[in-house]
């Protein structure tokens, strides 16, 4: 169950695999979704059960009865309440799967609750198609969406009329050809290079400034100790101890938080692979045959959706022109790491602009 949730699999396809299969539930019952995924802060469901990484947690909640109903309710009890006992030899759950499902729960949390439009399930609800909800017309901006069995066209065109819109397009060779553009065109060597070249400016950039930021806070470092010694040399001197207790009190938590500062390690700096484009291809090639495969595809979609920030169809020549923008720190994790890490976005993001114009092709 935990390896098909972090594959991609919703909570209600697993349960009714298990219910085909005839493994029995809970108590012998089917399965259910809700059994499965449960409530992340209770604690309940078989994913968030943290006896199988081996912690044992009691008191997490209390249940209270309703007077008007006579039901019983419950109650998340505050977590210093929790009693926590580990009991690894109960463990079953490795810690990088377990953090994969956490991770793929707490993002489906974060498009679930929103500010401003309160809970929207919709968000998480799975694309019927790859491309369901990327794309665009490139006239109105409105979506792109299906209009028959087989084709897309603009909805604006066809709802409200406010469009010229009116091209159409074959699911099956759009699918084709954004594949195509993502595989040979996407990532050209060339722009490859130029941002390499980019990307390694900005990070010696990043680096000179975590060095000059380094060295302010050693000096620092090396002044508060020299007064730290001169107030000591003070009271030995004859100097009375209360009458530099305060400035020693506050030289003292000062060089507490500057050695905390001066420890704490920057972040790695992202490492770029030297075959880049190519590297990049041959893992698109294997994410595109990974979709014909039953037990791949679900993972293989999500991955490749990462890769796709929006896909324009523009209208010229009474043709279609596809306009494929690319999601920058998705192409380069999947490039230089696993297809679902996104461990170096943050620096990424900061030179994205750099030689990455949007592929532009006709159907």
Known sequence: MFKDFAHGRSPRAIAQSLNKEGIPGPAGRSWGPSTIYGNWQRGTGILNNELYVGRLVWNRQQFVKDPRTGKRQARLNPESKWIIEEVPHLRIIDDDLWLSVKERQQDSRSRVVTKDKGIR??????????????????????????????????????????????????????????????????????????????????????????????????????????????????????????????????????????????EAAPPPMPRLHPNLAELYRRKVVNLAEALNEEHTRLEAAECLRELIEEIRLVPKNGKLQVELYGELAALLNLANEHPRSKGTGVQITLVAGVGFEPTTFRL
């Not at 065109?185 to 900005?202: G, I, K, N, S, Y």
């Not at 060095?211 to 806070?217: F, L, N, P, Q, T």
């Not at 010694?229 to 001197?237: C, N, S, V, W, Y």
């Open 121 to 262: 399930s919709e968000r998480v609800r799975r694309p019927n198609y790859l491309l369901s909800g990327l794309l665009k017309c490139g006239t109105c901006g409105g979506g792109f969406s299906k209009i028959s069995q087989s084709h897309y066209g603009c909805s604006t065109a066809r709802n409200k009329g406010t469009c010229d819109n009116l091209l159409t397009v074959r699911r099956d060779v759009l699918e084709a050809t954004v594949l195509d553009g993502l595989k040979n065109q996407l990532m050209h060597p060339e722009l490859v290079t130029a941002f390499v070249d980019e990307f390694r400016r900005e990070m010696n950039r990043q680096r000179a400034e975590q060095d000059g930021h380094r060295d302010r806070i050693a000096r620092d470092l090396e002044k508060a100790e020299r007064e730290t010694h001169r107030l000591i040399d003070a009271i030995k001197a004859g100097v009375p101890g209360a009458a530099v207790k305060y400035e020693m009190t506050a030289l003292e938590a000062r060089r507490v938080e500057l050695l905390a500062q001066l």
